[in-house]
Nanobody
Framework: QVQLVESGGGLVQAGGSLRLACAAS????????MGWFRQAPGKEREYVAG????????YYADSVKGRFTIPGDNAKNTVYLQMNSLKPEDTAVYYC??????????????WGQGTQVTVSS
């Protein structure tokens, strides 16, 4: 089992930046993929970004490509979502997730509690 705890959400103006953090515990992440999802009320869940913890392969949704990155700190068992050039449409609850297989959205089986990100115009 993997436990994931997100932090760093809050309010930010359009064009600003925010960094989310996901602290993992329970199992090593060396052979896991980590990712971020988001969901706004009335909208479908969106797979935002993913990374193999022990590799360099990454995934970014077209909607965030070039603006968001998903760096990790292996020593701290923490993965981040660095969000730059934020837009109002980025407003959502953001969830950290872990996969024991691939970066496919359907392979994420462990989830954090979510953290709210609100971007004002």
């Amino acid at each position: 089992q993997v436990q994931l705890v997100e932090s760093g959400g809050g309010l930010v103006q359009a064009g600003g930046s925010l960094r989310l953090a996901c602290a993992a515990s329970g199992r090593t992440l060396s052979n896991y993929a980590m990712g971020w999802f988001r969901q706004a009320p009335g909208k479908e869940r969106e797979y935002v970004a993913g990374i193999y913890w022990s590799g360099r392969t990454t995934y970014y949704a077209d909607s965030v490509k070039g603006r968001f990155t998903i760096p990790g700190d292996n020593a701290k068992n923490t993965v981040y979502l660095q969000m730059n050039s934020l837009k109002p449409e980025d407003t959502a609850v953001y969830y950290c997730a872990a996969s024991v297989h691939t970066l496919r959205a359907s392979d994420y089986n462990y989830w954090g509690q979510g953290t709210q990100v609100t971007v004002s115009s």
